[in-house]
């Protein structure tokens, strides 16, 4: 299997993490329309999204003509529940901005049928012209979307058994242990694949561990996020702790560059 490097560019800290990737964002609202993005959830992502919803304030960009698709939501877990990945997403972006409600596209977690969901999700990302730039946040255990470990780099949209790495990380939506969800939905590691273009942001000395098994490790199964070097199109955008734990150093931006 021929592996790309991905670009790597590491700067200060979270803030500067979040303005360069919005920037990203942003330069490719301004240059395609119409877009399709794939979107993530979680703390990483917070900043950067209220970085685009200053940028629509001011005028700067608009999502008249975006679509977007999440990557994951949780199996069991209503839409209007404040755990869901739907809540999230309306009140850090999708509220704010000026995106057709019926183009922002998270998979359906109460689906009867979450196998027939899942089809229908992978069938709807074709039927948009796939992704032109995706979005992805990294587990502590190398996830990507919600692909743990040991999943197959040809997977696709599916259900998911969460880990308890991923049940403690996200505990924090949800009222008790008991409460955190089990299952979820996710697009498989070959529909990230799929995605023309990759941006993975990584922040905070928890993920330095993830970063560097996914940047410098085996590529294989253990550590899904390593499945990007396979891709050819990916910038991994890191704050100063969370590329501690690069050996292959210098990379753009880097402090420590010779
Ligand atoms: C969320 C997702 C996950 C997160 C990852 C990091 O939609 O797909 O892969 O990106 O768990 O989460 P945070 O940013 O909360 O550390």
Redesign the pocket.
């Known amino acids: 299997m021929k592996q790309y490097p991905p670009r790597i560019e590491v700067v200060g800290n979270a803030d500067a993490v979040a303005e360069r990737a919005a920037a990203t964002i942003i330069g490719q609202l301004r240059d395609r329309q119409p877009v399709t993005l794939g979107l ?6 917070t900043p950067l999204y209220a970085r685009l919803v200053t940028a629509t304030r001011a005028g700067l960009i608009s999502f008249r003509a975006a679509s977007s698709f ?3 939501e949780y199996v069991g877990v209503a839409p209007q529940s404040p755990g869901s ?1 739907r809540a999230y997403m309306q009140e850090h972006l999708f509220r704010h901005v000026d995106m057709p409600a019926e183009r922002a596209r998270i998979p359906d977690g109460m689906a009867a049928d979450v196998a027939a969901e899942a089809a229908r999700y992978e069938a709807q990302i074709a039927a948009a012209g796939g992704i032109d730039l995706l979005l ?4 502590t255990n190398g ?4 692909n743990e470990p040991g999943s197959d780099f040809a997977s696709r949209t599916r259900e998911i058994r969460l880990d308890e790495a ?1 049940r403690t ?2 505990a924090g939506s949800f009222p008790d242990r008991a409460s955190v969800p089990r299952r979820a939905i ?1 697009m498989g590691v070959a529909t990230i694949l799929d995605a023309k273009r990759i941006l993975l942001v990584a922040t905070g000395p928890e ?1 330095a561990a993830a970063v560097a098994a996914a940047i410098e490790g085996p590529v294989g199964t253990a550590c899904p996020a390593s499945a990007l070097r396979l891709h050819g199109n990916v910038d991994v955008l890191c704050d100063e702790s969370a590329a501690a734990a690069l050996v292959n150093r210098p990379y753009t931006n880097d402090r420590r560059r010779a």
Do not use: V
């Not at 993530?40 to 992502?45: E, L």
């Not at 992805?136 to 587990?139: A, N």
């Open positions: 993530a959830t979680g703390a990483t992502m999440n990557l994951d990945f992805l946040g990294i587990g996830h990507i979307g919600f991923t990380a996200n996710t993920k």
